[in-house]
């Protein structure tokens, strides 16, 4: 991994009493593409806002390059903010927005009109220096937010739920012109979103959050196959989230069934939650599976078929492109290396998260 | 530093508009029958202010004319609205850029305009001539307080509410018009006030006889102000101030909810 | 529907067309014609005589330097207000409203109580060994008492207009490196445009055209452009002369009007 780039040390913020952040500690790396995710109100808008100098942490200090920038004014940091609904100037042509920051740094006119040109090229709207903000679609406006914070050369581009406004379709679209355009600037993006989907596709690092607490750092896969705690499997993607009791390594019991399993360090007998993924849980002849059920729901997806099964008192969710019908007969079977173990919540707050959802 | 700068800067300029409104508090419990002295405390012009038919009439007429032109002007300002609301855009253009020549253009020459227009109908000056002024001049009030609420109405609600079954009076009744009520409201309060601090229109559409209290305060000016006036106008202040503290205080504690309307109120 | 909506909005356009469209044009019927009811212009040629034409002039540097002053006053003011973030954006109007339930004439006559020789104010500069001001029955007491009653027509819009702006847009600007001083004059200040210009209009025009401070607060020596009219209506009977110089007033109105609806197409500034 490349240098270290920015540290959140101990970060703390309550509004009216509320905590908001509990002793975040947080470090971006450089040319990393860092994802808050997390549900609303669970301080990734705030993070970000401390971030870009918009509000001060209670406690702790941001370390920026190893400089202190906890009370440095957002006029003098290095980073540059893409706003949620673009905050776009209505009163300026789109040019005039772009040029906003350079003419403030003083910069030749020369200069000035490469980089418009330089940043409509980047974003794909070559042609639009005379555009007032108002005659742009949504899609549009969000690229002029981005133009207008790339021509500062930032180090750190802070991009708060961007594309939230816009369509699925141009949403998706857009996914891929940021990863583009990161890798073209070669720059740190800091981007929240509440959207797990925007979050897999994007990111080299995904931050879960939950009511001001980090739930877990990692690589999109290891958030998505590994999840350490029941809010993190829940939060990204379906699953079938079950109490469990470990037996001994590499041996957990599932609904008072016996299942092999690949996690070890749990102990004996110790009570866990296990997740395993809808397209995890295979459908085999009654006689083949670790448990045996029947098919109550069959709902087509597309691309797959989403089935609940009752089986061992549970209600499994599965996702399988084989079709079985409502009332048939199946049984259950899990790959070992399919279930994940997880510790079961230990703290009072841990405990709020996993009734919460 | 700076807050107390900010805090003392919004407390001068409150000074600034409420000290006039002391001075004349003040004077209503001046013994003493001139401005200039200060001659000991009094409720004497209290007393008399009961006995005072002449102020006492310019009170009913001010609080008559403000009621009966903010009331009518209030229905046909929200009907207008509601018409405009379905207009062409082109249309509705001209329409509410007529509705903004009596905001905009001085009062002298609206005041002076209807006495014209009233003097050549050949209308008898008195009573009627005043309220139909004030109707005018209250009704793009109740249309600019009202007309913002109605973009803001979401189309479709009345569509769900005759989808549902309702009549097209019901919808309306039950659905939009809950909507725009906040806005009828501050427009009729706001139609209410600007009628009874109308002094300018009404001096010019005004006949002999017919006073307001802002006439008979004006024509009062040359002979000395009786303090009776300064007693009346302190009861109708503190009465306005008392009423709308509790109109604002009250419905806090009920209803978080309905911090939303109030702030439309005006 | 639209059958349905010409019933709706026959009231008001009976009325908008009785009472606002008729007498202005009888503004200029009486204007432009003399007592026979021949064509003339000699009713709106009379602004050029000395009288007149020193009327409208004092008239119209009173009601620049008192719109300016409310401005000067208001601006700042605005500003506190929306940063102070009052969570009943009603209740700063109410404030500013509250002060009209006394008696317009009353509260501008007060002001003789607090600026005469003897006055509150004196009494006070007295107190602590300042000098005392006389500006009663001066031009500058009108000044004053066209910006006591025309502030809360230049707070209430700017208020307006500035509360409006989109916090994250100024914060967007603080992103891209502009100072406070760069923030307010690039940004926040052409945003309040539409209240500035509403604010304006709502100031000048009634400061132009009063006749009320003037007479309370001037005087009997110092005439207003709206005292010459009212004089002309209201004494010498004279209609055709005060349309004639109401049809002047009314080119300093329209000019007004044309700017708020260049500025303020959307009714932005608007003060309610």
Redesign the interface.
């Known amino acids: 991994m490349s240098k270290e780039l920015i540290h959140l040390n101990n970060i703390s913020k309550s509004f009216d009493g509320q905590m908001v952040l509990d002793e975040l500690n947080l470090t971006i790396h450089e040319n990393e593409f860092v994802t808050l995710l997390g549900p609303s109100g669970c301080g990734k808008t705030t993070t970000l806002r401390i971030l870009g100098g918009f509000a001060t942490p209670d406690t702790g200090s941001v370390i920026f390059d190893g400089r202190d920038i906890t009370n440095l004014p957002p006029n003098l940091r290095p980073l540059n903010t893409v706003f949620q609904k673009y905050a776009l100037f209505t009163h300026m042509n789109i040019a005039e927005n772009i040029a906003f920051g350079l003419k403030i740094r003083k910069k030749s006119k020369d200069y000035i009109a490469d980089k418009i040109r330089y940043a409509l090229k980047l974003v794909n709207l070559e042609g639009y220096e005379n555009r007032m903000p108002d005659s742009l679609s949504g899609g549009q406006q969000q690229r002029i937010a981005i133009a207008r914070a790339i021509v500062n050369e930032p180090r750190v581009l802070l991009l708060d739920e961007p594309l939230g406004a816009l369509d699925l379709k141009l949403r998706q679209e857009m996914q891929y012109e940021l990863i583009r355009m990161k890798n073209e600037l070669g720059i740190t993006f800091v981007y929240v979103t509440h959207d797990q989907e925007e979050a897999l596709t994007m990111s080299d690092t995904i931050v879960v959050m939950n009511q001001g607490y980090i739930q877990q750092i990692g690589s999109p896969e290891s958030i998505y196959n590994e999840p350490e705690n029941a809010f993190v499997a829940d939060f990204i993607g379906d699953s079938n989230i079950i109490p469990a009791t470990m037996i001994e390594d590499k041996l957990v019991s599932i609904l008072g069934t016996r299942f092999a399993c690949v996690d070890t360090g749990f102990g004996h007998n110790k009570p866990v939650d296990v997740v395993i993924r809808p397209e995890d849980v295979e459908l085999v002849a009654p006689a083949q599976g670790t448990l045996t059920g029947e098919v109550t729901h069959l709902i087509f997806k597309g691309v797959h078929y989403e089935m609940e099964v009752m089986a061992g008192g549970f209600e499994w969710l599965v996702h399988s492109t084989v079709l079985h019908p409502v009332g048939e007969k199946v049984g259950v079977r899990v790959d070992p290396y399919n279930i994940q173990i997880m510790n079961k919540p230990e703290s009072e707050d841990e405990e709020a998260v996993a009734i919460d959802i | 530093m700076k807050n107390t700068a900010k805090k003392i800067y919004i407390a001068l300029i409150f000074l600034f508009l409420y000290a006039p409104i002391a001075t004349l508090m003040v004077l209503s419990f001046n013994a003493s029958k001139t401005r200039a002295k200060w001659g000991g405390f009094t409720f004497k012009w209290y007393t008399q202010l009961i006995q005072n038919d002449d102020i006492l009439k310019a009170l009913g007429n001010t609080l008559l004319i403000a009621l009966l032109s903010s009331v009518i002007a209030t229905v046909i300002g929200t009907v207008a609205c509601i018409a405009m609301n379905h207009m062409k855009k082109r249309t509705r253009t001209v329409m509410m850029g007529i509705t903004n020549i009596p905001m905009l253009n001085a009062d002298i020459v609206t005041g002076i305009s209807l006495m014209l227009l009233f003097i050549s109908f050949g209308l008898r000056f008195g009573f009627g001539t005043i309220l139909l002024a004030h109707i005018t001049f209250n009704i793009p009030y109740v249309i600019l307080s009202v007309m913002p609420r109605m973009k803001q109405l979401n189309p479709s609600i009345y569509e769900a509410a005759l989808d549902l079954g309702a009549s097209p009076f019901n919808a309306f009744r039950r659905v939009v018009f809950p909507d725009l009520l906040p806005g009828i409201l501050s427009g009729f309060l706001m139609a209410f006030t600007m009628s009874l601090d109308d002094f300018i229109i009404t001096h010019f559409t005004k006949g002999a006889g017919v006073d307001t209290l802002s006439t008979k305060i004006y024509t009062e000016v040359r002979k000395g102000i009786k303090p009776e006036m300064y007693a009346l106008s302190t009861i109708i202040f503190l009465s306005v101030l008392v009423l709308l503290l509790l109109v604002n205080a009250a419905p806090d504690k009920q209803d978080p909810r309905a911090d939303k309307k109030q702030a439309s109120r005006f | 529907?639209?059958s349905k909506?010409k019933w709706?909005?026959a009231?008001?356009?009976l009325?908008?067309a009785?009472?606002?469209?008729?007498?202005?044009c009888?503004?200029f019927y009486?204007g432009l014609t003399d007592k026979t009811g021949a064509f003339t212009l000699e009713n709106i040629t009379a602004i050029a005589t000395a009288e007149h034409a020193k009327a409208l002039r004092l008239s119209i540097l009173l009601s620049l330097i008192s719109t300016l002053l409310c401005f000067l006053?208001a601006y700042?003011?605005a500003m506190?207000?929306t940063n102070m973030k009052v969570?009943?954006?009603?209740?700063i109007?109410?404030?500013?409203?509250?002060?009209?339930?006394?008696?317009?004439?009353?509260?501008?006559?007060?002001?003789?109580?607090?600026l005469?020789k003897?006055?509150?104010i004196n009494n006070i500069l007295t107190f602590l060994h300042l000098p005392n001001i006389n500006i009663i029955n001066t031009p500058y007491a009108i000044i004053l008492g066209m910006v006591?009653n025309f502030?809360?027509f230049m707070v209430l819009p700017l208020y307006n207009a500035l509360s409006k702006i989109?916090e994250?847009?100024i914060?967007?600007?603080?992103?891209?490196?502009?100072?406070n001083v760069?923030t307010f004059f690039?940004?926040i200040l052409?945003?309040s445009?539409p209240g500035i210009i509403s604010g304006i209009?709502m100031v000048f025009?009634?400061a132009?055209?009063?006749?009320?401070i003037s007479?309370?607060l001037g005087g009997s020596k110092i005439l207003l452009i709206?005292n010459v009219?009212?004089q002309e209506?209201?004494q010498a009977s004279n209609?055709h002369l005060?349309?004639g110089l109401?049809i002047v007033?009314?080119l300093f109105?329209i000019l007004?009007?044309i700017a708020?609806a260049v500025f303020d197409k959307d009714?932005e500034g608007?003060m309610?």
């Open positions: 529907m639209t909506n709706l909005s009231p008001y356009t009325w908008s009785v009472f606002i469209i008729i007498p202005l009888m503004i009486y006053l700042p003011l506190i207000l969570s009943q954006h009603s209740f109007i109410l404030i500013f409203i509250l002060p009209m339930w006394m008696n317009f004439l009353l509260r501008t006559l007060a002001w003789q109580t607090l005469e003897n006055g509150v006591y502030l809360p989109d994250n847009v914060n967007a600007a603080r992103d891209l490196g502009a100072d760069h690039r940004i052409p945003l445009v209009s025009v009634p132009l055209t009063t006749f009320v007479s309370l709206g009219i009212d209506f209201t209609w005060g349309s109401s007033l009314m109105i007004n009007m708020s009714g608007s309610l």
